[in-house]
């Protein structure tokens, strides 16, 4: 990723960044489901010093391209803090402080999203996805169900949510 890109979602994603880093203490273990290019993951490790993660994701392409990214640029001092594994956002893999999402459950079905969050609940006690809201207007991948506030609320029951950017983004907490 570019540095010019990777400052954008440094600044367009702070409030979801910061209430994982608030969450968390540097020997945190947290998980990030659905990791892609790894880039929320590399924003943890170098702006909070959050040192302990695993990359998941269902494409081990994808994995390959997270770790070239997160050992890229003054990262790979710690990059033996970072595992990778594939996996469905549903499965069991390990026991963690705090499991994370950006941009992932927008795109999978209402009883997908309930297994992985009863999955999850039984791996860490506090569960942070960003998810984008109806306000957006547009599908950047085209399968995404853009959802208001209110609709995630009745149909997956947050034990807290947090919108920002003028309610353009949602931040979903889960917690034990």
């Known amino acids: 990723m570019t540095p ?53 994701d269902v494409d081990s392409d994808i994995l390959h391209i997270a770790n070239r990214n997160i050992d890229s640029h003054h990262v790979s001092s710690l990059r033996s803090s970072v595992c990778y594994k594939k996996a469905d956002i549903r499965d069991k893999v390990g026991h963690f402080d705090i499991i994370h999402s950006h941009g992932v459950l927008e795109h999978l079905p209402d009883d997908v999203i309930q297994e992985a969050i009863k999955s999850q609940l039984s791996q860490a006690n506090t569960l942070i996805h960003y998810v984008p809201s109806n306000k957006y207007g547009f599908k950047s991948f085209g399968d995404e169900r853009l959802l208001s506030k209110e609709e995630w609320v009745t149909k997956h029951k947050p034990t807290n949510i947090v919108e920002f950017n003028d309610g353009f983004d949602i931040i979903l907490v889960w917690s034990k």
């Open 4 to 56: 010019k890109y990777l400052s954008h979602l440094r600044e367009q994603y702070k409030p979801f960044t910061d209430l994982i880093a608030n969450n968390t203490c540097r020997l945190s273990h947290i998980a990030e489901f659905g990791c892609g290019a790894g880039n929320i993951t590399k924003i943890l490790i170098e702006d909070y010093n959050i040192s302990n993660n695993t990359c998941l």
